[in-house]
């Protein structure tokens, strides 16, 4: 089921309500699992909830196989109930178009109308993936702007910079901090980006 959302903005108040709900329920299927976007950065007035996470993977009997296993990411059994039960509902992105892949999801909280954005990850990804999603859109902007003053390209959902001089060579990012200061910038705080 494909909902339509208007954008609207939503109390932090009953923003965090929903995100601990998801949270709850995600958590035990998660290595890691945080809220980004505006509720990480303390704004009063959130459009959505940013949830980024790295799923718990288990081994599940492959279909049609006597003995063979395939790995099943839990966080993803985890929503997919979510959806069958009526809790979250898919919604299309700006485009009009549904984005409901591996790694982003774009749902609705039926219950409240909030928009709730899932991003899947992996551990060497996380830092920079977590910087890229809590944001705002201008930091984001700035990041990949500094990056390329030094010679390098920002690759926000992967594992850090490429060096831009044809090497391929990747510089990961083992922390939030690391983000900024490979880039010669300040760090900030979540609260004051």
């Keep these: 089921m494909m909902v339509q959302t208007l954008v609207r903005k939503f109390s932090r108040a009953l923003a965090n309500s929903v995100a ?10 998660c290595t890691r699992l945080e809220a980004a976007g505006s509720l990480r950065r303390l704004k009063p007035q959130v459009g959505d909830i940013e949830l980024v996470y790295i799923s718990r993977q288990r081994q599940v009997p492959e279909a049609g196989a006597l003995f063979g296993t395939v790995e099943e990411a839990e966080a993803e059994v985890v929503i997919q109930g979510l959806l069958a039960a009526g809790v979250l509902a898919k919604r299309p992105n700006v485009a009009g178009l549904p984005t409901w892949g591996p790694q982003n ?4 909280h039926v219950a409240t109308g909030i928009p709730v954005d899932l991003f899947a990850t992996t551990e060497e990804c996380w830092w920079n993936y977590l910087v890229c999603r809590t944001g705002p859109a201008d930091l984001n902007t700035k990041i990949a702007q500094a990056a390329r003053k030094r010679g390098l390209l920002w690759h926000p959902y992967e594992k ?5 001089d044809g090497s391929g060579e990747w510089l990961v990012m083992r922390s939030e901090r690391e983000v900024f200061e490979t880039v010669g910038l300040p760090y900030r705080e979540p609260r004051e980006r």
């Design 160 to 164: 850090g910079f490429t060096r831009n």
């Design 105 to 108: 999801k774009l749902a609705l």
């Design 20 to 29: 601990d709900e998801m949270t709850g329920r995600l958590m035990a299927a």
